[in-house]
């Protein structure tokens, strides 16, 4: 009985963290070889360059707040 309640409770403490998760946020992108612009959550690879506005959507329309 003492084992279930502790994997209870770790169950618990994990629901309760995925639960305050928010997802990656998104990125523009600028190619430092042409003026190519791309929106994707990590790096597309070497020579690109990370605009410092954080974005909530793939399309980098809409800024993330705070």
């Not at 998104?26 to 190619?31: A, I």
Request: hydrophobic letters at 40%; a positive charge.
């Amino acid at each position: 009985m003492n084992i279930f309640r502790k994997v209870l409770m770790l169950t618990m403490l994990l629901v309760v963290t995925l639960v305050h998760a928010e997802p990656a946020a998104w990125y523009k992108w600028h190619s430092k070889l042409n003026a190519h612009v791309v929106c994707s959550q990590t790096s597309p690879g070497e020579g690109w360059e990370q605009q410092p506005k954080a974005y909530i959507d793939a399309r980098c329309e809409r800024l993330k707040k705070g």
